[in-house]
C-alpha cells in the first residue's frame, strides 16, 4: 500500500502570495500526477512527472517530482482567486490519491 | 464530446435499499473508475476496469459490486445501501491504466438516512 500524505490540508491566502503545497510518500512511485478539483465538479489533470529531479512549469505553477521519487512539490507564484480549489496527488500503480489541499485565495 | 456522463447527480436513500449509480464515457476510453470521495479522506478506488469484460477491487470494495457492461458504461451497485455509504462517488476513465490522464465525471451525491 502507497499512501501519500499532502499537507498543509488548509491553505488560505491573499491574491499574489506564493505557495507551495506537498505530496509526500514513504514509497516509490514510478510516476506522479497533480489534479485540481473545483467545488461540484470532478478533478481534472494539472501534469504528470515521470522522472525523479523533475521539474514542470504550467503558466504559474511549478511542479517538482523529488530526486527519490518519493514526494513531490507544487509552487504557485503571484496567487489569484482563480486558483482556488483542492489539489491532489495520486501515485501511479494503485490509483491512490492523498487527502488533498485545499487552496483558498482571498482577492 | 460529453466525456464522462453519472447519473443521477443526487440520490437520497434510506438504510437497506438498493441503487445502482450509471456512468458512460464517449471517448472510447478502454479502463474506467469508481472512487468515493469523503470530507478530508481524498477519493478512494472502489472499483476498476482495467478494459472491457474485467474489473478489480480496489481500496474500498466492501458494500459495492459493479458491471462493465460494455466499452462505454461502468455500473456502481450497493445492494444493501448504510449511512457509511453516504459520500460523493466520481466515475472516470482514461485510454489505460499506467500513466494516463483520468477524465473524471460530475459525481453522484449519495445520502444514505
Known amino acids: 500500500?502507497?499512501?501519500?500524505?499532502q499537507s498543509p490540508q488548509f491553505l488560505?491566502?491573499?491574491?499574489?502570495?506564493?505557495l507551495t503545497v506537498y505530496c509526500n510518500s514513504s514509497s516509490v512511485f514510478s510516476s506522479l500526477q497533480w489534479y485540481r478539483q473545483e467545488p461540484g465538479e470532478g478533478p481534472v489533470l494539472?501534469?504528470?512527472?515521470?522522472t525523479g529531479g523533475e521539474v514542470k512549469k504550467l503558466k504559474r505553477l511549478t511542479f517538482q517530482f523529488g530526486d527519490a521519487r518519493k514526494d513531490s512539490s507544487l509552487h504557485i507564484t503571484a496567487a489569484q482567486p482563480g486558483d482556488t480549489g483542492l489539489y491532489l496527488c495520486a501515485g501511479e500503480g494503485d490509483m491512490r490519491f492523498g487527502a488533498g489541499t485545499r487552496l483558498t485565495v482571498k482577492p | 464530446n460529453a466525456g464522462v456522463t453519472q447519473t443521477p447527480k443526487f440520490q437520497v436513500l434510506k438504510t437497506g435499499q438498493s441503487m445502482t449509480l450509471q456512468c458512460a464515457q464517449d471517448m472510447n476510453h478502454n479502463s474506467m473508475y469508481w472512487y468515493r470521495q469523503d470530507p478530508g479522506m481524498g477519493l478512494r478506488l472502489i472499483y476498476y476496469s482495467?478494459?472491457?469484460?474485467?474489473?478489480?477491487k480496489g481500496e474500498v470494495p466492501n458494500g459495492y459490486n459493479v458491471s462493465r457492461l460494455n466499452k462505454r458504461e461502468f455500473s456502481l451497485r450497493l445492494e444493501s445501501a448504510a449511512p457509511s455509504q453516504t459520500s460523493v462517488y466520481f466515475c472516470a476513465s482514461s485510454v489505460g491504466t499506467v500513466l494516463y490522464e483520468q477524465y473524471f465525471g460530475p459525481g453522484t451525491r449519495l445520502t444514505v438516512t
Open chain 1, 12 to 18: 488560505s491566502i491573499q491574491e499574489g502570495e506564493n
Open chain 1, 46 to 50: 494539472l501534469v504528470t512527472v515521470v
Open chain 2, 50 to 56: 482495467a478494459s472491457e469484460g474485467t474489473t478489480d
Open chain 1, 1 to 5: 500500500t502507497q499512501l501519500l500524505e
